[in-house]
T-cell receptor, first 115, second 115 residues
Framework: AQSVTQLDSHVSVSEGTPVLLRCNYS??????LFWYVQHPNKGLQLLLK??????LVKGINGFEAEFKKSETSFHLTKPSAHMSDAAEYFC?????????????FGTGTRLQVTL | EPEVTQTPSHQVTQMGQEVILRCVPI?????FYWYRQILGQKVEFLVS????????KSEIFDDQFSVERPDGSNFTLKIRSTKLEDSAMYFC?????????????FGDGTRLSIL
């Protein structure tokens, strides 16, 4: 069975400082991992994905994540936070085999960006 | 960029009534999904659908739930006799293939309120 643990329910950073959102996963197979972002009253937008190619994955809006198998982690980072980054972030795992792979979500991390 | 659209954005229904949530997946996608997020809880998988039949369903997806692709564009979720605990945000998603590595694209959700 697959699962995801997001270690922080709430992270607050100042604008212009680095962002670190932590995620650990558990999977029986070689996992595919994703980060999604949800802005208020909006849907879930894909930020980036890891699918067994490069372990450092770059996404939209300057975000990136590093897959570390030895630590079963997939932390999300950004060098410099912007006010528009304030949102809820979800770490997500998907694993096969299966006809239609389902996603398993973490509990989410709410990112607050202050001036 | 193509997107998944969901209607209505907010649905208020009396307990015991039937409700239909509608989704238009991305046009060249073949796999369709419903997820839900109860307020304050994580996003949960409900059902996946491919080739006009259910591929997988969760324990949540009991006999009161059904899905249908009535025509070439719509994908619907029906709840036959709504309960208070069905109040949640319901998300539709679609993907090109069912592979674990394939990202799922989400709509903005339908907020269902059961009175």
């Amino acid at each position: 069975a697959q699962s995801v643990t997001q270690l922080d329910s709430h992270v607050s950073v100042s604008e212009g400082t680095p962002v670190l959102l932590r995620c650990n996963y558990s999977s029986s197979y070689s996992p595919s991992l994703f980060w999604y972002v949800q802005h208020p009253n909006k849907g879930l937008q894909l930020l980036l994905k890891y699918t067994s190619a490069a372990t450092l994955v770059k996404g939209i809006n300057g975000f990136e994540a590093e897959f570390k198998k030895s630590e079963t982690s997939f932390h999300l980072t950004k060098p410099s936070a912007h006010m528009s980054d304030a949102a809820e972030y979800f770490c997500v795992v998907s694993e096969g085999p299966g006809t239609a792979s389902k996603l398993t979500f973490g509990t989410g991390t709410r990112l607050q960006v202050t001036l | 960029e193509p997107e998944v659209t969901q209607t209505p954005s907010h649905q208020v229904t009396q307990m015991g009534q039937e409700v239909i949530l509608r989704c238009v997946p991305i046009s060249n996608h073949l796999y369709f999904y419903w997820y839900r997020q109860i307020l304050g809880q994580k996003v949960e998988f409900l059902v996946s659908f491919y080739n006009n039949e259910i591929s997988e369903k969760s324990e949540i997806f009991d006999d009161q739930f059904s899905v249908e692709r009535p025509d070439g564009s719509n994908f619907t979720l029906k709840i036959r006799s709504t309960k208070l605990e069905d109040s949640a945000m319901y998300f539709c998603a679609s993907s090109k293939t069912g592979a674990a590595s394939q990202p799922q694209h989400f709509g903005d959700g339908t907020r269902l309120s059961i009175l």
